[in-house]
């Protein structure tokens, strides 16, 4: 079973985690996230999103737009094309069984692709890597359900999945499950053993049936660094031409 890459981009990168046992017995580890990836996703999604990247006492602030298609449950088209500051596209196809594939148009009109060795590495100087906006499998972690904590507000499961296969730069993560509807409030992210940063998920709305954060923050271990995602418009399942998704439509 594959995830949308929801764990990180509900749903401004939704297609590029949402993560049936009785509710009165108790649910493993695995049961929990099988369940949040059942969440309603949209056929298509049209967004307008600004992020702000803050270093220290710096900040940069740039502006995407986020196109989305599903063509079935496991195969998606994102597109992502900055208008500010600067003209870079990315586009990424989700395969049922095999790696994503990327590819990245820089504002020289120059298009190139996402290597494996190459998803570590930071997207437009944000604290978000390549793996970020990639899918994940199920199959790939073993789960471990930890105590229930509240995260922001709410009761949730606790379930650390650590990878057991696969060529993902993070070797273990903590996803916070809210209780009422498993969906992914917060994940915790470990490279090498090692804290690396938190995703946390804020202004959520049900939206069309698909329940939609408007504001993603990601921070580093440190907490000095973070990059903040804020959707401004959305609009889902509106007309979407599949041409729009081609490789050949980044130039």
């Known amino acids: 079973m594959k995830t949308r890459a929801r764990l990180i981009l509900v749903p401004v990168f939704c297609f590029a985690l949402t993560l049936a046992a009785s ?16 969440l309603a996703q949209p056929d298509t999604t049209l967004s307008e999103v600004s992020m702000k990247i803050v270093t ?3 900040a940069v602030d740039k502006e995407f737009t986020l196109q989305g298609l599903r063509l079935g449950k496991n195969d998606t088209r994102a597109l992502i094309t900055f208008t500010k500051p600067s003209k870079i596209k990315l586009l990424t196809h989700t395969h049922p069984d095999q790696e994503d594939d990327q590819w990245l148009m820089m504002t020289s009109g120059k298009a190139k692709r996402i290597t494996s060795s ?3 590495k930071s997207f437009v100087n944000s604290h ?3 793996e970020d906006l990639s899918s994940r499998k199920l199959d790939d972690y073993e789960y471990k359900l930890l105590d229930p904590k509240k995260v922001l507000g709410a009761d949730c499961h606790v379930v650390e ?9 993070y070797d273990k993560v903590v996803l916070y499950v809210r209780k009422s509807d498993y969906f992914v409030l917060k994940v915790d992210f470990f490279k090498d053993s090692k804290y690396l940063k938190t995703l946390e998920n804020f202004d959520i709305k049900t939206v069309d049936g698909i ?4 504001r993603m923050v990601m921070t ?9 995602l804020t959707v401004k418009t959305l609009k889902y399942n509106g007309p979407m031409d599949k041409a729009t998704f081609n490789k050949e439509a980044l130039r």
């Not at 999945?161 to 730069?169: F, L, N, R």
């Not at 329940?211 to 408007?214: A, D, K, V």
Request: include cysteine; hydrophobic fraction near 35%; aromatic fraction near 4%.
């Open 23 to 38: 509710t009165s017995l108790a649910l493993t580890a695995r049961e929990i996230m099988e369940k949040s990836d059942r």
């Open 220 to 228: 580093l271990a440190d907490a000095k660094e973070k990059t903040e």
């Open 56 to 58: 220290g006492k710096d």
């Open 128 to 130: 978000f890597c390549y």
């Open 118 to 120: 190459g998803k570590d």
């Open 211 to 214: 329940i939609t954060p408007h």
């Open 161 to 169: 999945a650590v990878k057991k296969k696969g060529a993902m730069i």
